[in-house]
């Protein structure tokens, strides 16, 4: 075995392999490679411990297996439309759910009832360089990411989510392997929203058994007790605008979400723009193991992140997959106009009567 694939194997469930690629200078400005480098290893490293690496399973390349058919989206569907129900939910902010929710009229999204759904749902045109033959994809924007129409000027968040549970009748067992892809495009660095932070998010509901505060007798006493904990693993899209920052150029980074102590770290450096391919996968170890590449192409191994027990949480079930949309919600500035493009889910072992579409697309080499 060579040197290389030797420290590929020891550093599988933790080192950023995909950042050595990644970091070299382009539009959204330069950095130094070893230091880049050097930072995400050492956020892997730190929240990935020895014995997680003994234990832990191979990785699976997101798209492996076969695809569930009846839920996600292609966007091709010239009628597609999204029905809002306006003023959308805030319940994180004012308790306020503001039914009934937004919700798609092919069933396969709806709004959030803890944050709601971006200001903009719209199906457009495919951007430039999208997967060849698509010609629908969705934008998703917002400017009031809080209250509707009562700025906070703090950051806050939007949901759209996949109506992935309700439509099988029933959560994806993690030993069925479920991961899930999509495509991202992200527009000219001079059309993002001017603010460092997060900016958008793809991330997974996934459920374990875990001890939870719940409250108990008429008197509402609170006490820990083995329950169904449900947490959203993922990735962001980073923005260091250099107004903020006073360094020579902007900078963007993917940032995971998140180690065993629950901990967010960066990732890989994003250099371009245009297209990206983003995906999550589970194994029946309960891992989560993160992926991303430019370009539209399938990912491979070679689009491997990292993997993480997020929360030192091992993942039982899976719910469905949503994004996040962020802005300053200050009543003046507009998220970044983020469109995404056929979002998929995948089983590697399907049980259960799931339908899905052919044979296995894709195996680990």
Not at 22 to 41: E, I, P, T, V, Y
Not at 47 to 65: L, Y
Not at 234 to 251: C, L, N, P, V
């Given at each position: 075995?060579?040197?290389?694939?030797w420290l590929?194997?020891?550093?599988?469930?933790?080192?950023?392999?995909q950042?050595?690629?990644?970091?070299k200078?382009?539009?959204?400005g330069?950095?130094?490679a070893?230091?880049g480098l050097?930072?995400?290893?050492?956020?892997c490293?730190?929240s990935?411990?020895?014995?997680?690496?003994?234990?832990?399973?191979?990785p699976?390349?997101?798209g492996?297996?076969?695809?569930?058919?009846?839920?996600?989206?292609?966007?091709?569907d010239?009628t597609?439309q999204y029905?809002?129900?306006?003023?959308?939910?805030?319940?994180?902010?004012?308790d306020?759910?503001?039914?009934?929710?937004?919700?798609?009229?092919?069933g396969r999204?709806?709004?959030?009832?803890?944050?709601?759904?971006p200001?903009?749902?719209?199906r457009?045109p495919?951007p430039?360089g999208?997967?060849p033959g698509?010609?629908?994809?969705?934008?998703?924007r917002?400017?009031?990411?809080g209250?509707?129409?009562?700025a906070?000027g703090?950051?806050h968040?939007?949901?759209?989510?996949c109506?992935?549970?309700?439509r099988?009748?029933?959560?994806?067992?993690?030993s069925e392997?479920?991961?899930v892809?999509t495509?991202?495009?992200?527009?000219?660095v001079?059309?993002?929203?001017?603010?460092?932070?997060?900016?958008?998010g793809?991330?997974?509901?996934?459920?374990t058994?875990a001890?939870i505060?719940?409250?108990?007798?008429?008197?509402?006493?609170k006490?820990?007790?083995l329950?169904?904990?449900?947490?959203w693993?993922g990735?962001?899209?980073?923005?260091?605008?250099?107004?903020q920052?006073k360094?020579?150029?902007?900078?963007a980074?993917?940032?995971?979400?998140s180690?065993?102590?629950?901990?967010d770290?960066?990732?890989?450096?994003?250099?371009?723009?245009?297209w990206w391919?983003?995906?999550?996968?589970c194994t029946?170890?309960?891992?989560?193991?993160?992926?991303?590449?430019?370009g539209v192409d399938?990912?491979?191994?070679d689009d491997?992140i990292?993997?993480?027990?997020?929360y030192?949480?091992?993942?039982?079930?899976?719910?469905t997959f949503?994004y996040?949309?962020?802005?300053?919600?200050d009543?003046?500035?507009?998220s970044?106009s983020?469109?995404?493009?056929?979002?998929k889910?995948y089983?590697?072992r399907?049980?259960?009567g799931?339908?899905?579409?052919?044979r296995t697309?894709?195996?680990?080499?």
């Amino acid at each position: 075995m060579t040197r290389i694939n030797w420290l590929r194997s020891l550093f599988a469930t933790s080192t950023t392999w995909q950042t050595i690629r990644a970091f070299k200078s382009d539009s959204l400005g330069q950095r130094s490679a070893l230091f880049g480098l050097s930072l995400a290893c050492l956020s892997c490293l730190v929240s990935t411990s020895i014995a997680d690496q003994a234990n832990a399973q191979r990785p699976i390349v997101p798209g492996t297996g076969m695809e569930i058919i009846g839920v996600a989206d292609d966007f091709e569907d010239p009628t597609w439309q999204y029905i809002p129900n306006n003023p959308k939910s805030t319940e994180d902010i004012d308790d306020n759910q503001r039914g009934p929710m937004g919700k798609s009229t092919n069933g396969r999204w709806y709004e959030g009832v803890k944050r709601g759904h971006p200001d903009i749902v719209q199906r457009v045109p495919t951007p430039p360089g999208g997967i060849p033959g698509s010609k629908g994809a969705l934008l998703l924007r917002s400017k009031f990411t809080g209250i509707p129409g009562r700025a906070s000027g703090t950051m806050h968040q939007d949901d759209f989510i996949c109506n992935v549970q309700y439509r099988l009748k029933r959560r994806i067992d993690i030993s069925e392997v479920p991961s899930v892809t999509t495509r991202v495009f992200l527009p000219p660095v001079a059309e993002w929203e001017n603010r460092s932070g997060p900016h958008f998010g793809f991330r997974l509901a996934l459920e374990t058994t875990a001890m939870i505060e719940q409250e108990v007798g008429i008197f509402r006493r609170k006490v820990e007790e083995l329950g169904n904990e449900i947490y959203w693993p993922g990735m962001f899209i980073e923005f260091e605008s250099k107004d903020q920052t006073k360094r020579a150029d902007d900078y963007a980074y993917l940032r995971i979400r998140s180690n065993k102590n629950g901990g967010d770290f960066r990732g890989p450096q994003i250099t371009t723009t245009g297209w990206w391919t983003l995906g999550l996968s589970c194994t029946p170890d309960g891992m989560v193991h993160y992926y991303a590449s430019p370009g539209v192409d399938d990912l491979t191994e070679d689009d491997y992140i990292t993997s993480q027990f997020p929360y030192s949480y091992q993942a039982e079930r899976m719910r469905t997959f949503f994004y996040n949309v962020c802005s300053a919600d200050d009543g003046q500035r507009w998220s970044t106009s983020f469109i995404v493009d056929d979002p998929k889910v995948y089983v590697l072992r399907p049980k259960g009567g799931l339908k899905t579409a052919g044979r296995t697309t894709r195996t680990n080499r």
